[in-house]
């Protein structure tokens, strides 16, 4: 007789594989697991033989049984892929830098389990030195779900992230911000600048990038003067396809969502403008964020620059999110109502509002408080 045909292999992936009941629900339900080889199903078998002797010695010994030997790297892998579907493209691209980037390179192939709390630890106290201490609050939020995930899989015991505390020495560094008599000469510039409108709504309305590269005549009320801001531009990577893609996008929450009032002069500059999009690329569509800084933003500001030193005067060139911390700062110093203030920027916090932008001028609280 001739030898027995091979199987062939059962799992989409083409491995082997086959499926043991490994125990029983509070319920009496059978808890299920499959155990795979490239091999034959007859070797998946034999894994899932040796993983129920592993499990009666555990149980024996009362010592703490892991399924597998789960490296970091893999563990966290299996993490982003599990929360990938549930997270926007951004906020996905943001954990995989921080995993890839600073967590990988640190734990390497350590095992899971072996991971204790002085380890963790050791890792932040390590990077404190050089690491802000928002980066450092982004990192531990992704440990923290790769080792709850680790624990939910039995992949390790406990969470070794859970009484960890964060220090950095590194001070959140200010944002630059342009004086009243500076932040009045680059307007001035911006009148005349072919790329001068943009500008203006930033660094006169505090309008952020991606609201003014998203803005639409349709979003233009040219009886009353209004801007509304209903979208956004960005530069995301898609998580599936790791490209870059320039989406329209709601804005960053819904404070952001809001009406603006501006002048006869904006408006004018808006109607003289042909396309429907106020800045629109090349082709007519969306400006990529990072492609406008790079061919508007800059060539204005070294414009703006070589215009002024011509003339004596020294202007530092900002970039465009310090020009609405500009108008801000501007805003918040001179008295003007917070709560108008922070309808305008789009923020609903007033505490927020003063720490961020109100700076300890002192002679600005002087004139304020008649002193």
């Not at 080889?37 to 049984?65: C, L």
């Not at 964020?289 to 060139?317: C, L, S």
Request: hydrophobic share 35%; glycine share 4%; aromatic share 8%.
């Amino acid at each position: 007789m001739g030898r027995p045909k091979k199987e062939k292999p059962t799992h989409s992936s083409g491995m082997y594989v086959y499926k043991a009941t490994i125990g029983h629900n509070f319920d009496g339900t059978p808890i299920r697991k499959a155990f795979y080889s490239s091999t034959s199903k007859e070797d998946a078998k034999a894994k899932a033989n040796q993983y129920m002797i592993d499990k009666k010695v555990a149980d024996i010994t009362g010592d703490f049984f892991s399924p597998r030997h789960v490296t970091f790297a893999k563990a966290a892998q299996k993490w982003l892929d599990l929360v990938k579907p549930t997270l926007s493209d951004s906020a996905y691209n943001n954990y995989e830098v921080a995993v890839r980037l600073h967590l990988e390179p640190y734990f390497k192939d350590a095992l899971i389990s072996n991971i204790k709390p002085i380890d963790i630890q050791n890792y932040f106290n390590e990077i404190s030195k050089s690491v802000p201490l928002e980066s450092m609050k982004k990192y531990k939020n992704c440990l923290n779900g790769i080792f709850k995930m680790a624990v939910d899989n039995d992949y390790c015991q406990k969470n070794p992230c859970t009484n960890i505390k964060l220090s950095s020495m590194i001070d959140t560094e200010d944002k630059r911000t342009y004086t009243e008599e500076q932040a009045e000469l680059v307007a001035n510039f911006a009148r005349s600048h072919e790329g001068g409108l943009a500008i203006l709504l930033m660094i006169e309305y505090g309008m952020r990038k991606g609201e003014v590269l998203a803005l639409h005549k349709n979003d233009i009320d040219f009886n009353n003067n209004i801007i509304y801001i209903n979208h956004s531009v960005a530069d995301i990577k898609n998580k599936n396809t790791g490209k870059t893609e320039v989406i329209l996008k709601p804005p960053k929450n819904r404070q952001s969502c809001r009406a603006i009032p501006v002048s006869d002069e904006i408006i004018g500059m808006i109607k003289s403008i042909k396309t429907d999009l106020l800045f629109a690329n090349a082709k007519g569509g969306l400006y990529s964020p990072h492609n406008w800084t790079n061919r508007k933003y800059r060539q204005f500001m070294t414009d703006m620059q070589e215009h002024y030193q011509k003339q004596g005067i020294d202007i530092p060139i900002l970039n465009p999110h310090e020009l609405r911390h500009t108008r801000a700062t501007l805003w918040v110093n001179s008295g003007k109502n917070l709560f108008a203030v922070a309808a305008i920027l789009g923020h609903s916090d007033l505490k927020m509002l003063q720490q961020r932008y109100a700076h300890k001028d002192t002679e600005s609280l002087r004139g304020l408080l008649d002193l």
